[in-house]
T-cell receptor
Framework: GAVVSQHPSRVICKSGTSVKIECRSLDFQATTMFWYRQFPKKSLMLMATSNEGSKATYEQGVEKDKFLINHASLTLSTLTVTSAHPEDSSFYIC?????????FGPGTRLLVL | AQSVSQHNHHVILSEAASLELGCNYSYGGTVNLFWYVQYPGQHLQLLLK??????LVKGIKGFEAEFIKSKFSFNLRKPSVQWSDTAEYFCAVTPSGGYQKVTFGIGTKLQVIP
């Protein structure tokens, strides 16, 4: 199956700093990637749809200035959490769209102190 | 907008028992349906998917799911579970065609007791 990687797998940062998370499709090109947030004991919450070469589409309630998404190539999308606060601590997961199926990355655990 | 409901949030079975996890969706048009599995400490993996054709689809590790259009259901089954099937299972739906966002169910945590 298609492989999607994320980096870093885990990050701890101080409140007020910014954190960048990378999502890569390793063996296929993805014009569309998705960013999710997974809360404990809850399902995946879609944050935004990342389209290569154009602006991301954000879901209602997700601050686009806080969660910056860049999809500069067909194999890479980045999510930057700007001025992170403790409430941003979560598990962030990306997926890449190929053949009408989403393939998921392993996730990034963010802890903001 | 589509929605997905999974009825069982936590299921405990003994090894060799049969499994059926319920999934119902709501959407007015044609859909693609998925089951994803997340093993402890691992990321989401595709278990099986249905786009069209035979409503009974077979996936990896002996899992299968049946699409019943009249019931808007896509239940996951396995005749005999193993301890290694302990994981969380997510049903998901997306409108057919194009790059459509996927809606996930809340997930069912399956615990298989040896």
């Amino acid at each position: 199956g298609a492989v999607v990687s994320q980096h870093p797998s885990r990050v701890i940062c101080k409140s007020g700093t910014s954190v960048k998370i990378e999502c890569r499709s390793l063996d296929f090109q993805a014009t569309t990637m998705f960013w999710y947030r997974q809360f404990p004991k809850k399902s995946l919450m879609l944050m935004a749809t990342s389209n290569e070469g154009s602006k991301a589409t954000y879901e209602q309630g997700v601050e686009k200035d806080k969660f910056l998404i860049n999809h500069a190539s067909l194999t890479l999308s980045t999510l930057t959490v700007t001025s992170a606060h403790p409430e941003d601590s979560s598990f962030y997961i990306c997926s890449a769209h190929g053949q009408e199926t989403q393939y998921f990355g392993p996730g990034t655990r963010l802890l903001v102190l | 907008a589509q929605s997905v409901s999974q009825h069982n949030h936590h299921v405990i079975l003994s090894e060799a028992a049969s499994l059926e996890l319920g999934c119902n969706y709501s959407y007015g048009g044609t859909v693609n349906l998925f089951w994803y599995v997340q093993y402890p400490g691992q990321h989401l993996q595709l278990l099986l998917k249905y786009f069209s054709g035979d409503p009974l689809v077979k996936g990896i590790k002996g899992f299968e799911a049946e699409f019943i259009k009249s019931k808007f259901s896509f239940n996951l089954r396995k005749p005999s579970v193993q301890w290694s099937d302990t994981a969380e299972y997510f049903c998901a739906v997306t409108p057919s065609g194009g790059y459509q966002k996927v809606t996930f169910g809340i997930g069912t945590k399956l615990q298989v007791i040896p």
